[in-house]
């Protein structure tokens, strides 16, 4: 590969690396294997990385509608259980393994935007996460959760700030 040749990084985060062989690896802190992420599971493992926050969305909205606190916990319990059986059993066995890994190079967040997104992709995401911040804890204070519902809100306000100031980041770096 030439060094003028920029390598396409779709993926990124904790388990998601990229070694020598320019293959996308996912590491599984479970099971301690690598498995080999091809172009076509790659929305697959989007979903499945952040499995827990979208089922905690899930719950939190649940909650916040149809069920009581203690009914949208367990169903969050149970989907969380439902999703990782799945998640072990199946769709990891359609994942190739990988044993000669080399943990060389961890692509971040901040890496994977500057990578993929146009500056007007990165400024709409940035202004949605704000948005999102702020609509999340005025939703908690108009329904009247409960304090630790408002807090958990604002805890998941927290996390869009943060993915806001890091498309703000991405932005200030983009040529």
Not at 59 to 68: E, M, R, S, V
Not at 82 to 87: C, G, M, N, P, T
Request: aromatic letters at 10%; proline letters at 2%.
């Amino acid at each position: 590969m030439s060094k003028g040749q920029k390598i396409k990084i779709r993926l990124s985060g904790r388990n998601i690396y990229t070694d020598k062989k320019n293959r996308t690896i996912y590491y599984d802190r479970l099971t301690k294997r690598g498995y080999q992420i091809e172009k076509k599971d790659e929305n697959k493992i989007i979903f499945f990385k952040n499995r827990l926050v979208i089922i905690l969305f899930a719950a939190i909205l649940c909650a916040g509608t149809f069920l009581t606190v203690p009914q949208a916990v367990l169903a969050g319990v149970l989907l969380v259980a439902l999703v990782e059986v799945y998640y072990r059993s199946s769709f990891f066995k359609k994942l190739q393994p990988v044993e000669d890994v080399d943990f060389e190079k961890q692509v971040s967040p901040l890496q994977s935007i500057l990578a993929n997104k146009s500056k007007e992709k990165v400024i709409t995401l940035a202004v949605l996460y704000a948005v999102f911040s702020v609509l999340v804890l005025l939703n908690a204070w108009d329904q009247q959760y409960s304090a630790a519902l408002t807090l958990l809100s604002a805890g998941i306000s927290l996390v869009g700030l943060y993915f806001c100031v890091l498309h703000v980041i991405a932005l200030t770096k983009m040529k």
